[in-house]
């Protein structure tokens, strides 16, 4: 039987002071903290289960490959079950280049998930997705274009039961009952030009008393499960699929009527896919009419039919 979480304190954040994250040294101090991560896991299990199927893990203790050989944080996460991952993985792999998937390893990076992220300062809580978690963030922002699905979207944060605040961009936070489609807007932004984390939640001080005692699990328990409709909004699913269906029929697109020749360099517009609808600067063109679209800071791969001159 796991032990019980009885709350974190001084010395947890203290495993992840800067001067430890790249040594072996401290694992023992990670250690004790991922053992508290797996008992609130633990914990809220049969909670979030209850309510969809979900797989959960905390990530590791000790500086490997993947987590860039150093551990400055630590996250409990409830996400996709390891089918439904393998399931999503030859979408990604069709649309977006390999070294903006490897960037950041971490499954944690790669969906939207539920849980809880603490470091050398903070305990973040809540629905948290990576801006580099591609299939989830534009799965959103697609289906959030349509003016009735952004209402909808904005309504169900302003109601959530606890108040949150959204980080929108690197150091933007927007409380809940103040979250309009507008800001929508600024996170595609954000998204397309940053890496950081997307979080729907709360963030406590390392000095909060709330995040000290066993009465932590309840916290926890009833924030993650009023977002689990928000995870179900955001998530993309066979059943929630709002990436545009790519129109194989299209001509090589026009401008004022003629034939467009693309080449290195030239600024497009993407139809369909992922980053249905979005700018960008064309890198790379093979032979066979495929290439490469920089939109922000993604590589993304698509081919001549699917693009427009702008």
Known sequence: ?????????????????????ASNLFNMERMKVRSKMVALG????????ALRPFSWEVTPFSPTILNG?????????????????????PLLDSKISLPDQISNPGEHYQHVTLGVKIDADTVEAGLMVHSTAWLDVMN??????????????????????HPISIVIAPGVEISSGDFLPSHLKSLEEAILNNQFLIRFGKSYLATDKAIGSAAFNTTMKDLLTSLVHIWEFIAWRPASNYLAADDTNAPVVTSDGSLVQFS??????????LFDG?????????????????????????????????
Request: charged share 25%; with cysteine.
């Open 1 to 21: 039987m796991a032990e019980s979480f009885e709350g974190f304190d001084a010395a947890d954040f203290q495993a992840f002071l800067p001067n430890k994250w």
């Open 42 to 49: 633990t914990f809220l299990e049969p909670h979030l289960l």
């Open 69 to 89: 050989k150093r551990v400055s944080d630590m996250v409990l996460y409830f996400t996709r079950t390891a089918d439904q991952a393998r399931a999503v993985a």
């Open 140 to 161: 959103l922002l697609n289906r959030t274009k349509t003016p009735d699905e952004a209402q909808e979207f904005s309504h169900m944060i302003r109601v959530l039961p």
């Open 264 to 273: 290195t360099g030239a600024k497009v517009r993407i139809v369909g896919g």
């Open 278 to 310: 979005r700018a960008g600067i064309v890198t790379d063109i093979d032979a066979k009419g495929s290439c490469k679209v920089l939109v922000g800071r993604v590589t993304v791969r698509t081919d001549l039919r699917s693009l427009q001159a702008v």
